[in-house]
Each structure stands twice: as structure tokens, then as C-alpha cells.
């Protein structure tokens, strides 16, 4: 078999080790033939112990774990990253530090990514409500941990600088922005809903670009856009319970987010999943990643990647039995592949 020439493979959560077996998992993704490892890298760790450098034990740790996922059978697993946490000395930081406001902030955010990522996504959910500080997640507090609430002037600016110096100046390197979460209404903490964010923080980036960069018109185009979609999870009447039922969900937002964007602008699914904990166990789980393997190659050219979320049972919400997303995992806590996991394995071989 040929691989697809889409992207694909897993997330997971980035570092310290010590917390989750990040190697372990690169290890896994690369068995099963991914060829992209997503997981969360904090721009403040990397910075943490060194001022005015950066903790290369930190940046060589990431680069450690994809040669694992490239020694287990994926000779071209690349890492990609999902920005957050900004040191306190850039200018501009904001007090959750989530995101820069000025244009040295903004600078040194994307000379950063410019230097040391070929791939990088531009934080997670920057569209979505955070209802828990860091300092409240220190001290124990849950609740909406995954958005980080960027103001799209903020965010655009970000995109521009990052598009600057990754494309502008470093040429082959390439910036996903976005991570939008679609069906999450409740959350979406701008009226108008994910294209709204897009349109504005779109408007600022391509503004940002033509005062900083001469061939702004062209670099613009670069950059990719992200997002992340769900089939109806939990155990209400109206969830998905099989996996064609469950890729159609996930689809019609990515049909939404395709018709709804600009003919040019490259698209990323780097969340989406389906339990196996439904009444047609792991077979429809199975079916999800076929049904989504299809549907990705056949639908445009323009959706160029996909990350199923999480990889294995072990990460956070998805070992809760209380939690919409249990069992979302393709992989057993075990490390043992689910047939989802060697479903993908077939296909992507």
C-alpha cells in the first residue's frame, strides 16, 4: 500500500516525562505508522531556566521523542508542537500568560517558533472561554481548561509574526492557526461563532503581515488553519453510536469550515475521536477511523492533516467515566493497539 499523503497520526500531552510516558506514546504512534505526534509545548518551560536563552535539555527532550517515534517504525513522524505559556519577561505578556500584546512580545513570540519549529500549531482553542487559571489549577481547580481565550487582534498579530519569521524568513516552515473548537457552542466565548474569530483574527494577521513583511501577500497564504470536531459524545439520546453516523458529525464541520474559507487556505483536523464505549464496542470505533481515513483522502486536497485525539487511555478525561470523552483513545491503557489503532495502522501504511 501507498500512505495517504495527507498528514496524520495522535495526541498527546507534552512534557515533563515524569507526568506521562511521553516516549512510551512516541514510541506507540510510531508503530502504528503516524507521522505526526501533537502534544503541548510551553514556551515558558523552555525558557524557565535560562534568561534571555532557552532550556535546550527542554528542546532536545522533544526532539529525543520523535526519533523513538521514528525508531518504532515511522521514519518520518515529525513533532508538532501547540504553543502555550509565556515567559514573564516578553513584553506585553498578559496576566494568565496565555498570550503578548505588543509588538515585541509578538516579535519574540515568532522569532521563537521562526528558530525551533518546522510545524507548529498556534495555541489550543484560542476561541474558546478558559474558566480556570493557571494559579486555580495549582491550587486543584477543574473546569474548562483547554481554551485559552486569545482576543483575535491579539491572536492575529501572533499569526502574523509567527507566518513571518516561519515562512517569510525561514521558508519551509509552517504555522497552523487556529485549534478552533466548532461544536462547542456553550464555550465560544465571541458571539458569531468559530468563522467570526477566524474572519477577524484573519483581518489582523493580513494586516500585521503587510507592515512587517514585503511579500505579505503571498506569505499570508501560508499559514494553515486548524480545528477541532466531535461526533455527539456521552450517553444522551442523540450520540453517535456508530462510526458512520459518528464521521458524518465530524465532517459536516469540516465541510462547514472548507466552504467557509478562503480557496488558497490549507486545513488541519487535529482533534476529533469516538469511544469505544458505546453499544457497539470497539468495532465502531474501528469503523470511525476508517470511515474518517476515507473521508479525508476523498474529500479536498485542501485538508491536508489529521490528529485523532487522545492516543491512549491514560490521558486526562479520558480514563473518567463520568467524562464525555472516555475511551476515546485508539490505544488501551495497557499500550495494546485497539482495532482502531491497527485500523489506522492498515491505512496509513
Not at 535546550?56 to 508542537?81: C, F, M, V
Not at 490549507?266 to 468495532?283: C, K, M, V
Not at 472516555?326 to 495497557?334: E, G, I, Q, T
Request: a negative charge; glycine letters at 10%; aromatic letters at 12%.
Amino acid at each position: 500500500m501507498t500512505p495517504p499523503q495527507y498528514r496524520h497520526g495522535f495526541n498527546v500531552y507534552g512534557p515533563p516525562e515524569s507526568a506521562y510516558p511521553l516516549n512510551q506514546n512516541a514510541s506507540k504512534a510510531g508503530e502504528l505508522q503516524a507521522n505526526i505526534l501533537r502534544l503541548n509545548v510551553d514556551w515558558h518551560e523552555a525558557r524557565r531556566f535560562i534568561s534571555g536563552g532557552y532550556n535546550y535539555a527542554y528542546l532536545d527532550g522533544l526532539r529525543e521523542t520523535a526519533r523513538i517515534g521514528r525508531a518504532a517504525n515511522s521514519q518520518s513522524l515529525t513533532i508538532l508542537p501547540v504553543i502555550d505559556g509565556t515567559p514573564e519577561d516578553v513584553p506585553g505578556r498578559d496576566p494568565g500568560g496565555r498570550y503578548v500584546t505588543t509588538d515585541e512580545g509578538y516579535n519574540q513570540y515568532g522569532r521563537y517558533l521562526g528558530e525551533y519549529c518546522d510545524l507548529v500549531e498556534l495555541s489550543n482553542e484560542p476561541n474558546t472561554a478558559r474558566t480556570v487559571t493557571r494559579e486555580q489549577e495549582s491550587q486543584g481547580f477543574h473546569g474548562n481548561q483547554a481554551g485559552t481565550e486569545i482576543p483575535p487582534y491579539h491572536y492575529g498579530n501572533m499569526v502574523a509574526y509567527a507566518t513571518h519569521w516561519m515562512v517569510g524568513c525561514s521558508g519551509a516552515r509552517r504555522p497552523l492557526a487556529g485549534a478552533l473548537a466548532t461544536n462547542q457552542g456553550g464555550l465560544l466565548y465571541l458571539s458569531g461563532g468559530w468563522a467570526f474569530y477566524v474572519a477577524l483574527f484573519n483581518y489582523y494577521a493580513y494586516n500585521k503581515l503587510s507592515e512587517i513583511n514585503g511579500d505579505y501577500a503571498n506569505v499570508h497564504k501560508e499559514w494553515r488553519l486548524s480545528f477541532h470536531a466531535y461526533p455527539r459524545l456521552g450517553s444522551g439520546p442523540n450520540r453517535d453510536v456508530t462510526g458512520l453516523s459518528g464521521a458524518n458529525t465530524v465532517f459536516a464541520v469540516a465541510d462547514d469550515v472548507l466552504s467557509r474559507t478562503d480557496s488558497y487556505r490549507r486545513i488541519w483536523l487535529t482533534e476529533t475521536g469516538f469511544s469505544n464505549d458505546n453499544p457497539n464496542g470497539a468495532a465502531e470505533q474501528a469503523n470511525f477511523a476508517d470511515y474518517v481515513h476515507g473521508k479525508t483522502l476523498n474529500r479536498s486536497p485542501r485538508l491536508e492533516g489529521l490528529t485523532f485525539w487522545p492516543l491512549t487511555d491514560t490521558e486526562v478525561q479520558v480514563d473518567d467515566i463520568n467524562s464525555a470523552f472516555y475511551h476515546l483513545a485508539f490505544v488501551y491503557r495497557n499500550h495494546a493497539p485497539k482495532p482502531a489503532g491497527y485500523r489506522c495502522q492498515s491505512n496509513w501504511s
